[in-house]
């Protein structure tokens, strides 16, 4: 066991070497003396040092290879060679075997007594390999529930299955205090990971909460409080998962659980209980008069974190209150809880209410539909569906990732396979309504941010450049601001004029600066 000299020593050499800080070993040494175990293992499990720099460091303080476990299987014949009680007895591992030596993995390749009496036992000479501790706790925990049965191959993939169940948190912090500090803040997002305070996202930036560092228990044990039995199972497979969840006295969140570096992290997003309005968002009032049309295509797009399902669920709402029509949604997960009004409002979660976006997509004609709301279109089977859905008399919405309107369009374009995408211009030429990009800027007096947008509506000089292969044009053709086309540039210059915004947080969002300044800094008439 590492002496308390000794845990300081090795932590200033971690210090020396800049794997780590100061901080971060003061809050390793503190979980040291508190639980035990070797200090290199415990920056691990903190996420304050990646698995290939503590083996790397271990192999050059050792003087020997290292070897990461989760890589390796182990062959019976090679397991066996050691009986199961000297395994358990010197903590090592036989890893492989040649005519004259022996392979071992251990986490002390120092302790020569133990390397000899091996060396006598087998015959022959030991090679040590360092490995981390905690991928030996694991091997141990393995070969215990196994009984020690070494008739079959140790798999390393499979050695994280065997860590201890997750513990109550060091800290008396719970999950309920970080959320209920998110919603003190109103921040948007709280993000939780291994090795920092909890973090929330308050105008788009971070901001670090006045709590202790986060441990991989901690994110771990809260990540299974919000989880059902089946999100577990699916999060096992796949390594991250969406889902709703919904708290009476805390409110309604997105979440998603994620793995990183061998831990988990958690994103949980606040969605407001109340549907919000367009005047309240800042959207202009002319979007309604796309939004109530009976056909077409309307594609809300931007940056992760820049309002767009929050537009879109505005949108849905000024429908569903201002006709009498059937909404088909298909969302990952749902976000805005929509009532119905004097339209029928069916949302449809990806995973528990359909499958996947296809399957819902691939059925929903049948579901007799006059607005199709898709949360997200992210293939080739959702557009070419979207477009169709627009062609044959149906309001489509979505949402999509792009950082110009143009670019848009040309994503969804270039998605097919070159023999199609001719037809698929042809056919968005034809039904597209608008395309309309957005960003949320701090504004320039602190409170909070404001919405910037980029819009693209359909018009006969818009939709012979789309049909033609020119929509890059679209932005050197229509340099101003005109009915059809507004470029962000043109909003960004307007709201620095008229000092909403700063130059400098302008300059970071538009896409021509030497373009946008001189427009900002135009005397108008």
């Known amino acids: 066991m590492e002496t308390a000299s000794l845990r300081k020593k090795l932590g200033q050499i971690f210090i020396e070497h800049k794997l780590v800080n100061e901080e971060q070993v003061s809050v390793a040494l503190r979980q040291q003396r508190q639980k035990g175990g070797k200090i290199g293992s415990i920056l691990l499990e903190l996420g304050f040092l990646r698995s290939e720099e503590l083996l790397t460091f271990l192999s050059k ?27 358990k007895e010197y903590e090592v591992l036989p890893v492989a075997v040649g005519a004259k030596n022996v392979f071992m993995v251990t986490t002390d390749p120092g ?8 060396e006598f036992l087998l015959g022959k000479a030991v090679q040590p390999i360092v490995v981390a501790a905690t991928q030996m706790s694991e ?11 070494l008739s079959v191959p140790l798999v390393g993939s499979e050695l994280p299955l065997f860590r201890t169940e997750p513990k109550a948190p060091v800290e008396s912090v719970s999950l309920r205090q970080i959320i209920e500090q998110l919603n003190k ?14 973090s929330i996202k308050k105008n788009n930036e971070i901001m670090r909460l006045n709590m202790p560092f986060l441990t991989p228990e901690q994110v771990r044990t809260f990540a299974y409080e919000i989880m059902t039995d089946e999100q577990k199972d699916e999060f096992a497979i796949n390594n991250d998962i969406d889902f709703g969840f919904t708290c009476s006295e805390l409110g309604r969140f997105r979440i998603n659980v994620f793995k990183q570096r061998n831990s988990i992290s958690i994103a949980i997003r606040t969605i407001a209980d109340e549907i919000p309005t367009l005047e309240s968002l800042g959207l202009p009032t002319w979007l309604s008069q796309y939004a109530l049309r009976t056909q077409g295509l309307i594609l809300i797009t931007g940056p992760t974190g820049h309002g767009k399902s929050t537009t879109l669920a505005a949108l849905v709402d000024l429908i569903n209150s201002n006709r009498r029509c059937n909404i088909i949604t298909i969302e990952d997960p749902i976000e805005y809880l929509h009532k119905h009004k004097l339209s029928n409002v069916n949302q449809r979660e990806v995973g528990r209410d359909t499958n996947t976006f296809h399957q819902g997509l691939r059925r929903i004609f049948r579901q007799a539909p006059d607005v199709i709301v898709i949360g997200e279109m992210r293939d080739a089977e959702s557009f070419a569906i979207a477009i169709q859905a627009a062609e044959t008399g149906h309001l489509v919405m979505s949402t999509l990732h792009s950082n110009f309107t143009t670019t848009a369009i ?3 374009i270039d998605v097919f396979p070159s023999e199609q995408q001719q037809q698929i211009r042809v056919q968005l030429a034809e039904n597209f309504l608008l395309v309309f990009n957005q960003r949320l800027i701090p504004r320039r007096d602190g409170k909070g941010r404001m919405l910037v947008y980029e819009k693209l509506l359909n018009s006969p000089r818009v939709k012979n450049l789309i049909r033609d292969g020119k929509t890059h044009q679209i932005r050197t053709i229509f340099q101003q601001s005109i009915d059809e086309y507004e470029s962000l540039d043109v909003s960004l210059s307007r709201h620095v004029r008229e000092g909403r915004i700063t130059m400098d947080e302008a300059l970071k969002y538009c896409e021509n600066q030497p373009t946008m300044r001189e427009m900002a800094t135009r005397k108008t008439s």
Do not use: M, Q
């Open 111 to 118: 302790n020569e007594k133990v390397i000899k009496d091996i």
């Open 185 to 198: 803040e109103v921040g948007s997002d709280l993000l939780l990971s291994a090795g920092v305070p909890p």
């Open 61 to 87: 303080h050792f003087g020997v290879p290292s070897a990461d476990l989760y890589k390796l299987t182990i062959s019976p014949e090679v397991l066996s060679i050691l009986p199961y009680e000297k395994i």
């Open 139 to 149: 091997v141990l925990i393995c070969l215990e529930r196994r009984k020690g049965d």
């Open 410 to 412: 040309e994503r969804i």
